[in-house]
Every structure is written in structure tokens, then in C-alpha cells.
């Protein structure tokens, strides 16, 4: 029978050192809330429940936490803050619903692997009752060390509470402990707060779980891991960790990046094979990129679809909703919005192209707009197969050009176009000789009499 899982996620902390107006685990990195880091995380290694502590905005927190997890939430508040052992102890109820492992997480530490979830889950399978999750510090200072003896983990010392030879240890606590679901509460209410501070500390259990003969150990995983969130500063540091470990990703499974460090990526980017990334490009949520695509210099995606062998940019700005046929081109100065641009066709310089359909081939002109707003509502252009619009047009919604039309450059077109039809919509030109002289001097004038008004 497969064992089964807690996950109980620290979540009640305030944003005081972000200086934030909410909560810092809705925070972002990789365009993700950083409980959803690590809620997200904790499934992946296989929990069956989580059991979140929250405090402030706990609806929102709470919501962030479970979207899209499969696997149950349970929020409960905790309204004093008492230290770590208090706060996992407000999960009491959750916890008494029996699970073999009880891991305990904090919701400001998103970099959580599951990989590194799975090893502690994998160490209580041999025999261990409390497993604590440590890495090895080139700077030590400010941590709690995790002594050990015989393989055996008989302590976590804070720093200040350190010997001089406890000093000297450089493997580190990073928080993270995974116990035995039945010892759990039994372990939790026996953490007393004989200390400066008065609170309970979770780190207390080991101590307390050897008291009563059971087998503690600490395994190592990546310092990056532990990784956790205070301040804005560290919040940018956390992200480029993220980012670093997408692109890396993203590489091995056969995407070129030309200046990876110049990428941003977001937690649901997906890229195919074959796909090369230009510099200083930045994907958003929702974007999904075909193989053999080509996203150049400076571009902007954001829940748009980009066919296979399509050719976004430089320059060139994604909106939501924007759908890409294969072999599409979106060229430099363009912007896409929920519209969809067929196979082949070519939206190359200068242009917005807003609430459309694009047929197959069609060309669209520099400097072309669809007029899609009418200040209240906004409306569908249509623009058939093979058809060519001339530069500087603007095509003014709810219209419909036909398959293998053409629009004359400069046109503003405001009745449908029939299909491989001509259509010119702009005034006549009027030529008058000799009349450039006399309109500047006309404009001097203008101009004199200003400045004679002015002095």
C-alpha cells in the first residue's frame, strides 16, 4: 500500500521587510505566486493533502495556493505568531486525519525541488522517524548548524547558542522536516518555549523525538533549495535562481538561447524543440512556442500560440489571445492582439493588428491598423487567403475583406472588400504649381506676427 503524505506549508508571515501592501508569499517569481512554488512542488513529490497555515489575506493565499494542484487544501489561521512549532501545530486536525509522512514547508521558499521532497519521503521509508532537510554552507554564519553523531542527527543549534566547535560545522538547517505522521502531535505539543523569545520552536523535535528513542538523520540537498524570501532583494535573487534552472531546462530539451541571462521565462512557458531565442526576448504566462520557431531580439510574448518555423520580431509585441499559423511572420514594430494570423501569412512592419482572422498567405502592409474600437465595444476584422493590404491602411471594423483582395496603400476601408477585388478608399490627389512659394511665405507670416504679438 502507497504511503501517504501531509504537506503542512507556512504561510501566515507578513510582508514587513517586502514593505508590501500584501502578502509576501503572493509575491511572484517566474510570473507564479511563491506558495504556488511550493504547494505545486510538494504534489510533484506526491503528497496526498495540504494542510496550509495562513494569516493575512488568507482567501487569496489560499486560492494562489491550490489553483490548478489536484490534491486537497485545507487553510486554517493562525492568529498569534508564536514561532514555527506553534504555527505547525495550528494544522492539529489536518494532521490528526492520519498520514504516514508530515513534511513540513514555508511558503516564501519556492525553489523547493521535488526531488529533494521525494529523498526525505524516501528516508522515512528506511526506518527514519525525523528527517531534516541541510546543506553545506560556504558561509555559514547566522544558520543552524545540524550536529550529528554515528549518522545520526542529535541536534539543530542556533547560531548564537553555538560552541565554538559547533561553529566550525558547515552543514546548515534549511528548514525543512519531514516526521512520522503518528508521532507528529504527539511531538509538536511536547515543543515548550523556555527561551528569549517565548515561542516554540520547530526545530525543538529533534531533541525532543530522541528523548523518546526515536531515529533522527539529515540528508543534503542543494543550498539553492533553501532558498527563502524576506526582502525585495532577496525576492530578485530567488527569480534569477528560477530563471537560471528554466533556461537550463528549456536548453537540454533542445531550445538555442544566443544570451540565455538575457531570457525571462515564465513557470508555464512552453518551448519545442528546435525553437531559438534571440536576445532580451520576455515570455509572459500562456505562451506555448511551436518547433523550429525563431523569437528575435527584443520581442514581448503573452498567452499567445506561435506555430512551428513562425518568425516573431525583433521588436515585435504578443498580446493574449494571439494565435500563430505556421510560418507566420510577425515582423519588427508589431503588435498582435487576440487575433489569428493563418500559415504564411506576413505582418512585417510597423503594425496593429487587433480582434482579427488572417487568412493563409495574406500580406499586411507597414504601418496597417485595424480600427477594432468604437469606444465601447470592440469588433472583428477579417482578412481572406492570399490577400494583399497596402501600407498605411487602417481597416476599420466589424469588416470583412475577401480571399485574394487588395487594398490599395493609404486606404481607410470601411465596407467589405469581395473576394480579388480592388479596393482604393483614399482622396484624389490635387497637384497645384507654384503654390509651395507662396504657402511658406504665407507661413512666415504666421509665424512673424506671433512673435511681433509675444515681444
Known amino acids: 500500500m502507497a504511503r501517504t503524505s501531509l504537506a503542512v506549508v507556512l504561510a501566515a508571515g507578513d510582508a514587513t521587510r517586502m514593505k508590501s501592501s500584501k502578502s509576501k508569499v503572493l509575491h511572484t517569481v517566474g510570473n507564479l505566486p511563491l506558495i504556488a512554488h511550493v504547494t505545486r512542488a510538494a504534489a510533484a513529490a506526491g503528497v496526498n493533502k495540504v494542510a496550509l497555515v495562513v494569516g493575512r489575506e488568507a482567501e487569496r493565499v489560499t486560492e494562489a495556493a491550490g489553483a490548478g494542484l489536484g490534491v486537497p487544501v485545507s487553510a486554517v489561521e493562525q492568529t498569534e505568531r508564536k514561532g ?77 547558542d553555538a560552541s565554538s566547535d559547533e561553529l566550525a560545522v558547515d552543514f546548515c538547517n534549511g528548514g525543512i ?185 495574406a500580406n499586411i502592409g507597414a504601418g496597417t491598423i485595424t480600427c477594432n474600437y468604437d469606444g465601447e465595444n470592440k469588433h472583428l476584422t477579417e482578412i481572406g487567403a492570399g490577400s494583399f493590404i497596402g501600407s498605411n491602411s487602417s481597416l476599420v471594423a466589424p469588416l470583412k475583406i475577401g480571399a485574394g483582395a487588395y487594398v490599395g496603400s493609404g486606404s481607410v476601408v470601411t465596407m467589405d472588400v469581395p473576394d480579388d477585388a480592388l479596393a482604393i478608399a483614399r482622396a484624389r490627389q490635387e497637384t497645384k504649381p507654384g503654390r509651395a512659394h507662396r504657402l511658406r511665405e504665407k507661413i512666415a507670416a504666421i509665424k512673424a506676427l506671433k512673435k511681433q504679438a509675444q515681444s
Open 84 to 160: 514555527t512549532g506553534h504555527a505547525v501545530l495550528m494544522a492539529r486536525d489536518v494532521i490528526a486525519e492520519g498520514f504516514d509522512d508530515v513534511i513540513v514547508l514555508y511558503g516564501d521558499a519556492p525553489l523547493i525541488s521535488p526531488d529533494s521532497l521525494a529523498a526525505a519521503r524516501d528516508e522515512r521509508t528506511k526506518g527514519a522517524d525525523v528527517v531534516v532537510l541541510g546543506f553545506r554552507a560556504a558561509d555559514p554564519t547566522g544558520y543552524g548548524r545540524l550536529l550529528e553523531r554515528d549518522g545520526e542527527l542529535v541536534a539543530i543549534r542556533e547560531h548564537k
Open 177 to 361: 522536516i519531514t516526521f512520522s505522521g503518528e508521532e507528529a502531535v504527539g511531538l509538536l505539543e511536547a515543543i515548550g518555549n523556555d527561551n528569549a523569545k517565548g515561542e516554540y520552536y520547530l526545530t525543538d523535535i529533534v531533541e525532543i523525538a530522541r528523548e523518546r528513542g526515536l531515529r533522527c538523520v539529515a540528508i543534503e540537498a542543494p543550498e539553492e533549495d533553501m532558498m527563502g524570501c524576506n526582502t525585495r532583494a532577496e525576492l530578485a535573487e530567488i527569480e534569477q535562481v528560477w530563471q537560471a534552472r528554466a533556461r537550463h531546462a528549456a536548453m537540454i530539451s533542445g531550445v538555442s538561447m544566443i544570451d540565455p541571462s538575457s531570457v525571462f521565462l515564465s513557470h508555464d512557458t512552453v518551448l519545442e524543440n528546435d525553437v531559438t531565442i534571440e536576445p532580451n526576448v520576455w515570455f509572459g504566462p500562456g505562451v506555448r512556442v511551436g518547433p523550429g520557431a525563431v523569437i528575435h531580439a527584443f520581442s514581448h510574448l503573452e498567452g499567445a500560440d506561435v506555430g512551428a518555423n513562425a518568425s516573431i520580431g525583433p521588436f515585435a509585441r504578443l498580446r493574449p489571445g494571439t494565435e500563430l499559423g505556421e510560418k507566420a511572420k510577425v515582423g519588427n514594430f508589431c503588435e498582435i492582439k487576440k487575433a489569428k494570423v493563418g500559415r504564411g501569412a506576413k505582418v512585417n512592419h510597423l503594425t496593429y493588428i487587433g480582434d482579427a482572422v488572417i487568412g493563409e498567405a
